[in-house]
């Protein structure tokens, strides 16, 4: 059995990619799935021609949110740049 966030503190992270003219199907994907994960635009990329998203969930929501991921990626161009598990302080 994998650990909880309450038994653990841990947070898994992961910094998504996507054009700017299709962040709005990733945003509003995040948002129906409510409670799967919370999300930030990385301030830096609102000047390109792309969004970088922070990505952030309960460790026990890793795979439901890397499955939400890889189904995103079968619809519009979507990269992971980072993946990682943090230590929540």
């Not at 309450?6 to 299709?22: A, F």
Request: proline letters at 3%.
């Amino acid at each position: 059995m994998s650990p909880t966030y309450q038994q653990s503190k841990e947070l898994y992270y992961t910094r998504l990619r996507v054009p700017k003219d299709e962040a709005y199907f990733v945003y509003f994907t995040f948002e129906a799935n409510e409670g799967i994960c919370y999300y930030s635009t990385v301030e830096e990329s609102l000047r390109g021609a792309y969004r970088d998203i922070d990505v952030r969930t309960p460790i026990e929501g890793t795979d439901v949110l890397k499955e939400l991921i890889k189904r995103l990626q079968a619809e519009l161009r979507l990269d992971v740049l980072i993946e990682e598990v943090l230590k929540d302080s």
